[in-house]
Structure formats: structure tokens, C-alpha cells
């Protein structure tokens, strides 16, 4: 069967359309530039879009720092020891002070120490969700967990649904809780009442799952000893392994539809753009 | 002048804690990431009086020192190395009288010169990287064995060994003592149970 020539051209132009959007769009992350931060052993990493400067904790030189996006440090913020992940809302930094068991926050000048429901052992990641703090009790294997109405912690060591084996970062994102279960290499997901909802990553071989991030894109994960990043859909399907210009990332951030991913051994951040 | 004599004397004090001090050289399995070498670092700085507390984790090494009146020993370390959740692979201590210690791979390897030898095979549960370091590790410990090596895929332990000082027994129970099932000795629950979980091999039923 032959067609006319404008009949042929429109068709063309629907599949060009339809091939072009939706699931079979071949659009993904591509590598874009890398932000050097030499000396700086990166662990946690936020952006803020306001200011357009990084939040950065520097572990292994015990501080916090601010830096731009040519990598050039603007502002040593504070002492700390060992800070490990943040998490920045509204305006308030988070940060999960590993070395001496506590959470702090930054409002301005102010720096306040958070009162626990519990005590932690090693505080690797902080989040709040407006009415809700989170926190990965890396020792202790669990998630100190609570809101207005009380401590509502969970989780012991162990590597079935709802346990956790060193979890290093915890993130909200719609009532639901995503945490970074790093030494069972996979995330998971629980819903507001700490119900186990979903366990993402576990068969992909992850080595060492350090850091998250969530939004209605997917989940992020990185993924610290194969030097990869890991991208979910919210259903738990795999949608892209990120395995080029990365060198033991232990944080992922997105922002203005870039990604940014923070490199500890390579002391760098690398910026992939969707396209 | 106060000020000279003043930082003299400090700088004395400090080179006479130096010299009272053991230093420890710790290699440590499973030192991947920074949460872990900095998860090592905090569990050795809750112990009083430890300090100059390094980690390197490239190497996997952990360096610090105590003073010569604690008597740290080798089991303490391990203990406090086994707490934040990584296995030994040695440790060398330099103590403050001259004497050098040396434990595990690092002190006890390698053949005595004309000295006899035997080679068995035993058969050991486990189940990873981490088992196969704890294992030869205990294996190694006993009087007489000269080399250990366990195979994952075949849980089985070649042990090279000096039949006049070594006895067989002894080195089932060395093993079983750190959680791991002989084809002698089982392990007592308690040393099972805490074993790491990745560790937790699956039993047979007694």
C-alpha cells in the first residue's frame, strides 16, 4: 500500500512526536561538568537555589563550608566532628554531627542543638518534613523518629523488610520515609505509621548505599564502593545507572533540573543535566 | 624569659608522655567508606586516655597511642575494633620499654625453617570475605599452624601445621570460639549470634 504524500508527512510527524515524549523518550542524565573541591572529603551535600550556593560537611577536615558551583569555598560555616548528612528546609540546615552524637541546626547566625527522644550512637543523616525529624542511627542499627506527639523510633539490625544494617541517610518525601539501609545496599521505604512499604535497590548490587534523594522524578541512590548512581522509579523499577565521572559518591542533590553528585574520594561534585 | 622556660618545660612533658606511650599500629578488614573509618575513630575515642587517634582508609589502618600504664593488650583492641563493627586482620604495638608485638597475620606467618610440617584439610561454615579473615585469623592464633586458608565455595579450612606442637583439636575449638562451626566443634549460640549478620551462615540443625 502506498501513501500520499501529505498523508505520509503527518504520519511522520505523530511518531516523531510520540517517539519524542512519555515512556519511550530517550531523553536521560548525561554528564555535564565537574565542580572541584580539593581537600574537602565531601559526605553531605544540599543546595541553596536562593543564595546558589552549596551546603558542604567536610568529614574529614571537621567542618562545614559553603561553596559555589566554580568550586571555590565562600564561607567556612562552623566546627564540627565528623558532620555527615544534611538536610536543608526552608531555610534551616540540618546537620547529623557523627562524632558527637547530636543533631544541630542553622538559622542565621544561630546554632542550635536539637533535643533527642533518644540517644544516638553516630547520627549519620537528618530530616525533617515540617511536623516530623528523622534520624539514621548508624549504630544502633535504627531510626529515631518522632513528631509532636511523641518518639515513634523503629528498626533493629538485621537484613529482613523493616531492619536496617548501618543506615546512613533518611529523607521524606510525600508522608512517606526513604532511608539509606547502606550495609544492605538498598533503600526503603516506609509509610507515616514506619509500616515497611517497599525495598528498592536490594537486587541491583549495590555496594555501600551512603546516600538518597527523592522527588517526584524517582529515587536516587548512590552507590559508594562501585562508584555508581542508581535511579528508581517510585514503583522500584531501575530507569538508569549512572556509572561515568563518579569516584565513591556519598550524597545526591537535585536542583534546577540538574543533578549534583558528591564525589568523597574524588573531592569533587559532578553535574549531570537531564537531556 | 617566663615564656622560654615556659614552653621548654611543655615541650618536656610532652616528649616524656610521648615516650611513656605504646603505639599501635591496628589493620583493620572491611574499612570501606568514610562512615566507617570515622565510625572506628569514635569507638577508640570513648575509650579515656587513647589518643592520636588516625585512620587511614585506603589502607585500612588505624594508628594511635596509650599510655604505657594501661597495658592495653591485644584482645581490648580487638574488642573495641570488633564493637564498631570491623574485624582485626593484626595489630603491632611499639611499647614505650623498646619491645615490638606483633598479633594475627602480621606475627605469626610463614614457616619456621626446617621445621616439620603437616597438611590437613577441615571443613568450616561460613559464609564471606569477613568469615574467611576470622577464621584464618583464629586458626592462625594456635601453636604450630603455619599457614590457613579458608575456601567459601568448598567451607573448607587447608591448614598447614607443626605436628609436634600443634593440636588438631585446639584449633577446631580456636574457630568454633569465634562463631564458626567445625566438622568437630559446633559454636556455642552466643558466639553465633555475634557474628556479623552478613556473616550468619546457615546452620545445620543440632
Redesign the interface.
Known amino acids: 500500500m502506498k501513501l500520499k504524500a501529505p498523508v505520509f508527512s503527518f504520519t511522520l510527524v505523530i511518531l516523531f512526536l510520540l517517539s519524542s515524549c512519555g515512556p519511550n523518550s530517550t531523553e536521560s542524565w548525561q554528564f555535564s561538568n565537574e565542580i572541584p573541591l580539593e581537600g574537602v572529603?565531601i559526605?553531605g551535600l544540599e543546595y541553596d537555589a536562593e543564595e546558589e550556593l552549596f551546603w558542604i560537611s567536610d568529614?574529614?577536615n571537621n567542618r562545614l563550608i559553603r561553596a559555589d558551583q566554580s568550586g571555590e569555598v565562600v564561607e567556612d560555616v562552623h566546627a564540627f566532628s565528623?558532620p555527615?548528612h544534611l538536610s536543608y528546609r526552608e531555610g534551616i540546615l540540618y546537620v547529623a554531627e557523627?562524632?558527637a552524637d547530636r543533631i544541630v541546626y542553622i538559622a542565621g547566625e544561630d546554632l542550635v542543638s536539637v533535643p533527642l527522644p533518644q540517644a544516638p550512637d553516630?547520627p549519620?543523616g537528618v530530616d525533617v518534613d515540617g511536623r516530623r525529624m528523622a534520624v539514621a542511627d548508624?549504630?544502633n542499627h535504627r531510626i529515631l523518629l518522632w513528631d509532636e506527639s511523641g518518639d515513634l523510633s523503629f528498626g533493629i539490625?538485621?537484613?529482613e523488610d523493616g531492619d536496617f544494617?548501618?543506615p546512613?541517610q533518611v529523607r521524606f518525601f510525600e508522608e512517606k520515609l526513604y532511608v539509606a539501609d547502606?550495609?544492605n545496599h538498598r533503600v526503603q521505604v516506609f509509610d507515616s505509621d514506619n509500616n515497611h512499604l517497599k525495598t528498592i535497590g536490594a537486587g541491583d548490587g549495590m555496594d555501600?548505599t551512603?546516600g538518597i534523594f527523592v522527588d517526584e522524578s524517582g529515587i536516587y541512590a548512590t552507590d559508594?564502593?562501585n562508584s555508581r548512581l542508581l535511579i528508581y522509579s517510585h514503583e522500584g523499577e531501575l530507569i538508569q545507572t549512572i556509572d561515568e565521572q563518579l569516584d565513591?559518591p556519598?550524597a545526591v542533590i537535585k536542583s534546577d533540573n540538574k543533578l549534583f553528585i558528591a564525589n568523597?574520594r574524588g573531592q569533587s561534585i559532578s553535574v549531570f543535566e537531564w537531556r | 624569659m617566663k615564656t622560654i622556660i615556659l614552653i621548654i618545660t611543655t615541650l618536656s612533658l610532652a616528649f616524656a608522655v610521648h615516650a611513656q606511650s605504646d603505639h599501635f599500629t591496628v589493620r583493620v578488614d572491611g574499612l570501606?567508606?568514610?562512615?566507617c573509618a570515622?565510625?572506628l575513630?569514635?569507638k577508640f575515642?570513648e575509650v579515656d586516655k587513647i589518643s592520636d587517634i588516625k585512620v587511614e582508609l585506603q589502607k585500612g589502618v588505624l594508628t594511635y597511642q596509650v599510655p604505657a600504664s594501661m597495658k592495653m593488650t591485644f584482645d581490648q583492641v580487638e574488642k573495641l575494633v570488633d564493637d564498631a563493627?570491623y574485624t582485626t586482620e593484626s595489630i603491632k604495638v611499639e611499647r614505650a620499654d623498646g619491645r615490638v608485638e606483633k598479633s594475627g597475620k602480621e606475627g605469626n606467618s610463614g614457616s619456621p625453617t626446617g621445621a616439620l610440617q603437616s597438611e590437613t584439610k577441615l571443613a568450616v561454615s561460613g559464609n564471606c570475605g569477613m568469615c574467611k579473615d576470622r577464621i584464618e585469623k583464629a586458626a592462625l592464633e594456635v601453636d604450630g599452624v603455619v599457614a590457613a586458608n579458608w575456601d567459601v565455595a568448598d567451607q573448607s579450612l587447608q591448614l598447614t601445621f607443626q605436628p609436634d606442637k600443634t593440636e588438631l583439636e585446639a584449633v577446631h575449638r580456636a574457630i568454633a570460639k569465634k562463631g564458626h562451626d567445625t566438622e568437630m566443634v559446633r559454636a556455642s549460640d552466643k558466639a553465633y549470634n555475634g557474628l556479623h549478620?552478613?556473616c550468619k551462615y546457615e546452620r545445620e540443625l543440632q
Open positions: 572529603g559526605i568529614g574529614d565528623r555527615m557523627y562524632g553516630a549519620a548508624f549504630y539490625e538485621g537484613s544494617h548501618y546512613t547502606a550495609y555501600a551512603t559508594f564502593e565513591k556519598t568523597y | 570501606g567508606c568514610p562512615f570515622y565510625g575513630e569514635k575515642k563493627g549478620s552478613c
